[in-house]
């Protein structure tokens, strides 16, 4: 079910990454943070009360004609066109300004739910000063304070309220959902383009109730697929793709979605930094993982050349180690015949289920041939293992001391699993547990 979303607006120096600040990385019972979510710090994963969300950050909207205020209102205005709720922040220290007034009518015209909150009251005399703000036209306005913390609780008790009724989307499980994501111009939508027109069978788009994505079914080699569309470039196409941080946004809705995830990587270009970023969001969300090379044809190739660039992509992804890697044109259809196999390899993976007794047969071999540490004169007892979940494909090992279990003998049991039962293309996830 996606995750509503939740965008913070208002003009300049009104305290909003304060606020966002405060709404995510506090650990009182408002925010759960999520690995590989706030590595930007410019939206994260939030929680309240029994909702999660994603909350955007956005840049102060300046109704200014230089070039870094106009970057800075299209970045907002992306913000707002994504969101589920506004948070309309105004600095109750200062009053209505012009700015003020002139981002309401923006708000205005998005048609959008939203909160209007007063932040900077920082104690109970200056509640008095808030009325005026009623006349911005959003109702009651919310009193808070960012730099102490309060008031955040009724005001989001108010944006929860405005979150749309969302029904558990129906998957067929016999169904591949696949999607791809990667840096700007990687060409995600020349594959997308590629992997359709050779067969020629787009069966519908149908746009969905609760997104606004519209997915493409597609049925090839006697499998039923659905392509998530992950760039959602229907709307301001080249302002997403050059606005980075909402290009990311909208692969991560895709990514909540997907049972594969195909991470492109342009080989023309080579590997950047941001590359690592994207594909750890795919990892940290426990989806099936495919490193896609596309523009191949770009590469004067040889067995040599292709063998130096899986290397090097090994070295600079080795969180990925289990991802495999394919290489092809989009453009040039080269190789575009191995994607497919690929992706119902990895599906298969990720829903494959390990019966109890041949589990336990790998972890005694395991055992055997490494005995478990020793720490602080204690030895770490495995006493046997089961298969909790798929989708990733999850393991409770049971010990006699979890806090023996070092991370490097973790990974280690996780090694055996793989060479065992394969999982070629999913993460897997391995917890130590104290047998009661």
């Known amino acids: 079910m996606r995750k509503s979303v939740v965008a913070i607006v208002g003009r300049p120096n009104v305290g909003k990454s304060t606020i966002f600040n405060r709404l995510v990385g506090e650990r009182i019972s408002i925010v759960e943070d999520v690995p590989g979510v706030t590595r930007d ?18 840049g102060g909207i ?84 960012g730099s102490h913390g309060l008031g955040l609780g009724d005001m989001l008790d108010q944006v929860v309220d405005y979150f749309p009724e969302r029904e558990h989307e129906e998957k067929d499980e016999d169904t591949i959902y696949f999607s791809l994501i990667g ?74 979605r997907s049972d594969v995830v195909l991470v492109l990587i342009d080989a023309e270009s080579g590997i950047r930094e941001q590359d690592k970023k994207i594909a750890g969001y795919a990892h940290d969300a426990g989806r099936a993982v495919i490193i896609v090379v596309n523009k191949w044809d770009t590469i004067q190739s040889s067995d040599k050349t292709m063998k130096e660039f899986e290397t090097n992509i090994r070295n600079h992804f080795q969180f990925l180690d289990y991802a495999p890697i394919v290489f092809l044109s989009a453009k040039t259809k080269k190789r575009l015949h191995t994607l497919v196999p690929a992706i119902k390899t990895a599906s298969e993976n990720h829903a494959k289920r390990v019966q109890t007794n041949v589990l336990n047969d790998v972890i005694m071999d395991a055992l055997a041939m490494n005995p478990t540490p020793t720490v602080k004169g204690k030895r770490l007892k495995v006493l046997y293992a089961t298969q909790v979940a798929v989708k990733p494909p999850s393991f409770v090992v049971f010990v006699n001391d979890p806090e023996l279990v070092h991370f490097s003998y973790q990974r280690f049991l996780e090694n055996r699993i793989r060479e065992a039962f394969g999982f070629v293309g999913t993460p897997l996830k391995i917890f130590a547990r104290r047998r009661q």
Do not use: C
């Open 62 to 145: 300046d109704m200014g004609d230089e070039p870094l205020l106009v970057q800075m209102r299209q970045q907002a205005e992306i913000a707002i066109d994504e969101a589920d709720v506004i948070i309309f922040l105004v600095n109750g220290k200062e009053g209505i300004t012009a700015a003020d007034e002139e981002v309401a009518k923006l708000l205005f015209k998005s048609n959008k739910p939203v909160v209007l909150a007063v932040n900077k009251i920082d104690n109970p005399e200056m509640r008095e000063t808030i009325y005026e703000y009623y006349s911005l036209g959003f109702g009651d306005p919310y009193p808070i304070s």
């Open 183 to 256: 840096r700007p111009n990687v060409g995600k939508s020349s594959l997308v383009n590629s992997i359709l027109n050779e067969e020629r069978v787009i069966v519908s788009e149908m746009e969905g109730t609760t997104r606004d994505a519209i997915d493409t079914h597609l049925h090839k080699d006697n499998q039923d697929f659905v392509i998530i569309d992950t760039a959602g470039m229907r709307k301001r196409g080249k302002v997403y793709e050059t606005t980075e941080k909402y290009s990311v946004l909208r692969a991560l809705k895709a990514i909540e």
């Open 41 to 58: 710090r410019v939206y994260a994963e939030a929680e309240w009360l029994t909702s999660r969300f994603n909350l955007i950050d956005t």
